[in-house]
């Protein structure tokens, strides 16, 4: 009797800790779900963002804006986990998908290169990269786990690596506090 009811609380535990990955994948390609305390999906904040060029006095900078000081999305500070829609999940997802802190002024923004213009050498990465841990989820998607985010504004891009298409940019926000 004792080793049933001990098997009986050891799949309960199971099932609680595997809840928060029960979730169907995102609908498109693109779309991210935050996965919240209580197992729930939370579509985050999908946005055009505007790409500008702007000179500067050694060179030229290329920005992401995105309109507003906050994502209407808000998330708690620490561990989060986040379902990303991709065309596959057969890339590694740290190529194609970036999660980057934005500045935050009367916009969002992210620095994405610089050129400068006397050696016209462009750096790139100026995003504030966020590190994640990701693995396949489901047949197209990711589940990817962020340890310790903290407080602030964030961005994800999802990169097609089979089509390059820079017409337009969408942005799935989300805030932490």
Known sequence: MKLSFLLLI???FYLNGNAQTSLTEPDFIGEVVALSKDGEGIVLEKVNAQVKVKDQLMGLEKKIYVQGKK???RLSKGKIQLIVRAVDNNTDPMSIVRVFKFSVG???????AKQNEITGNVSEN??????FSG???GTSSYLLTI???GEGEYGITINNPNKVDEKMLIVSCFGVD
Request: charged share 25%; proline share 0%; with cysteine.
């Open 106 to 112: 009367k916009t969002r923004k992210a620095t994405v």
């Open 10 to 12: 050891s799949f309960c």
């Open 126 to 131: 100026h995003f504030k990269y966020v590190s």
């Open 135 to 137: 693995k396949k989820y």
């Open 71 to 73: 994502s209407s999305i």
């Open 147 to 149: 340890n310790n985010i």
